[in-house]
């Protein structure tokens, strides 16, 4: 070590090296003028208590009723510093701190239910559907999704079955099922508790933006309480853009992984808020999974508890939405193109539809609904809401500008707009 030290230029002040042995620090300190002293510090061994990574057994239960033992204070801070039983710094307004994730998570796992429903055509049960749900009431309430508990095996979609609902702290009930949309592919199951159930609060989804941090939670492969992170993707993914049919539907789109099991679990913000509900997922790729958002979510429970059915209006047009770059293009392949900043374009009117009744023509640009401004079709369906059998005023731009007024009376039915 002598010889080492010699070594050390006269003109450095202070002089660092780690030594990999023993993780120890050494420093020399001086001036020109004066003699170095050097010091070594070598922590104590670790306690033989503490394994390797390559020493601990490969599987783990998944709850302990054991206690573990404690370490030594020394040891105990984590990277930053910072003990367990010190308090951890609250983030400013809209930061992400630390604990963020975990504190979203606690806020909503007690709500989250694991969900088991036997599935099978004319009594023949081959298997079961595992799910995930979120209970939104102390009644019992609870939000899911319709193909974890309704019969798709069997020729009728009955929505009336018997679950089976596993709470996080290990209770268990007999769920009912008692409204389900296919089209949605949203489901409320009811169970009845004579003591206190936990609940999740309901957010929005209006105002998410790309890159927002959500969580998903739920029971993916029966793993009761998985939470796992991500960031939202995209906020309207269109139901056309994955290659569904039937109504026109918008999700949310994650990064969070997402298997199946996690049907039915709430999509979380990082206050700890339902914002979408767990719906589906790319089998051929990964990250890329869809959730319903609550927004939509909330309306069709509004429809549940009005009629006990979703009702949606039919009125046989296919509609785009235009902007700046659309319409540009468009005036550029044909000049007598409406001469229009805004609005929703009519490339396709379905024959014997009530929109051919009323006048509607392909090529029509919508510019108001209702007496209002629309430059999107999830406003036109917004305006429509439940209106089955009211007429509604439509204002259309054709070509070379001509202005029409047209009136539309929805009909109810399944299918596109």
Request: proline share 7%; charged share 20%.
């Amino acid at each position: 070590m002598n010889d080492f030290l010699r070594k050390f230029s006269t003109r450095n002040r202070i002089a660092a090296i780690a030594a990999a042995a023993g993780s120890a620090f050494l420093y020399t300190n001086g001036s020109r003028n004066s003699d170095y002293t050097a010091s070594v510090s070598i922590p104590a061994p670790l306690p033989e208590s503490l394994l390797l990574p390559w020493q601990t057994e490969l599987l783990a239960p998944l709850f302990s009723v054991g206690s573990s033992p404690v370490p030594p204070s020394d040891i105990r801070k984590d990277i930053y510093g910072v003990s367990p039983s010190e308090e951890t710094p609250k983030p400013c307004s809209g930061c992400l701190g630390r604990d963020s994730f975990a504190k979203a998570a606690a806020k909503v796992g007690p709500a989250v239910v694991n969900i088991s429903a036997p599935q099978g055509a004319y009594g023949i049960t081959p298997g079961k559907s595992i799910g995930s749900g979120t209970i939104i009431n102390e009644d019992g309430t609870i939000l899911t999704c319709a193909h974890t508990v309704v019969d798709f095996y069997g020729l009728r979609a009955s929505s009336k079955g018997k679950v089976h609902i596993t709470l996080q702290d290990g209770r268990t009930f007999e769920g009912t099922v008692v409204n389900a949309d296919l089209q949605s592919d949203v489901a409320i199951v009811k169970i009845n508790s004579k003591t206190p159930l936990p609940t999740a609060k309901l957010g929005s989804s209006r105002k998410l933006q790309p890159g927002d941090w959500v969580i998903a939670v739920g029971c993916p492969l029966s793993l009761q309480n998985t939470v796992t992170a991500g960031i939202i993707s995209c906020v309207d993914r269109k139901s056309t853009d994955l290659g569904l049919g039937g109504v026109r539907r918008e999700y949310l789109q994650t990064d969070c992984a997402i298997n199946p099991g996690n049907s039915g679990g709430p999509l979380v913000n990082i206050d700890g808020e339902v914002i979408g509900v767990n719906i589906m997922k790319v089998l051929a790729a990964d990250g890329l999974s869809f959730a319903f958002p609550i927004d939509s979510v909330t309306k069709i429970i509004e429809h549940f508890k009005k009629s006990g059915r979703v009702v949606r209006p039919w009125v046989g047009l296919k509609m785009i939405d235009l902007n700046e770059m659309i319409i540009n293009q468009l005036k550029e392949r044909d000049p007598t193109f409406p001469n229009v900043k805004k609005g929703i374009l009519v490339p396709m009117v379905t024959p014997g539809s009530p929109a051919e009744r009323a006048g509607f023509s392909p090529g029509d640009v919508v510019i108001e609904f209702d007496g209002n401004a629309v430059e999107s079709i999830k406003e036109i369906i917004e305006i429509m809401g439940d209106r089955v059998g009211v007429p509604i005023k439509a204002v259309v731009i054709r070509a070379r500008d001509e202005i029409v007024t047209l009136t539309v009376i929805p009909e109810e039915s399944n299918s596109d707009m």
